[in-house]
Structures are given as structure tokens and as C-alpha cells.
């Protein structure tokens, strides 16, 4: 499974920001798909993650700012990001299960600065 990501970038605080990513590949199914975010010196930690059934999970520090979506037609994970915080930037990873197997995408950056 390939995955690539697409929508990050620089953003005022308070601002708006939608990230895209599209699993392609050979697979039977895709199950959870997920994004996690990484700051300088720190774990990968999960923001959003979306079940094959729509069901939602959120860290709690995104909750009622981020969206998590997903489009089953275009093998797509979402994740609509608004009233954004300098603290949220940071390097964003998509993430599948597909077929039992777990796949990353390369990140996009994502920087918060007035």
C-alpha cells in the first residue's frame, strides 16, 4: 500500500488547513485509517482516527477543532483542521491498516506562525 498525503503548510493561528491522504496499491480492504502528528524530539502521537464503519476517535487536544473523514470510493483519509494553535505544528502522518497490515505516509509539515 502507497499512501500520499497532500494539504499541509503554513497557516496563521486561528486559521484553516485540510489534509488529504490516498492509499493505492493491491488490498482487499482498508480498515482504520488514522493521523498521527510528530513534534521535534517528541513520539508520534495519534490526532484522529476513523473505523471502516465511520466510528471516530480524537486526542483530546484536537477535540472540536479537527475532523476526521473518510471516502471509501477514492480509498481517502481526511482530516479538516480549524482554530489552529501554534502547538499544532508539527509533522503529520497518515496512516492505514489495509488487509491486517499497517502503512505510513511520508508527512507533511504543518506550521502555525503569525
Known amino acids: 500500500v502507497q499512501l500520499q498525503a497532500s494539504g499541509g503548510g503554513l497557516v496563521q493561528p486561528g486559521g484553516s488547513l485540510r489534509l488529504s491522504c490516498a492509499a493505492s496499491g493491491r488490498f482487499n480492504s482498508i480498515l482504520v485509517m488514522g493521523w498521527y502528528r510528530q513534534f521535534p524530539g517528541k513520539q508520534r502521537e495519534l490526532v484522529a482516527g476513523i473505523s471502516g464503519d465511520g466510528d471516530t476517535t480524537y486526542s483530546d487536544s484536537v477535540k472540536g477543532r479537527f475532523t476526521i473523514s473518510r471516502d471509501n470510493a477514492k480509498n481517502t483519509v481526511y482530516l479538516q483542521m480549524t482554530s489552529l494553535k501554534p502547538e499544532d505544528t508539527g509533522v503529520y502522518y497518515c496512516?492505514?491498516?489495509?488487509?491486517?497490515?499497517?502503512?505510513w505516509g511520508q508527512g507533511t509539515q504543518v506550521t502555525v506562525s503569525s
Open positions: 496512516t492505514v491498516a489495509a488487509d491486517g497490515v499497517a502503512s
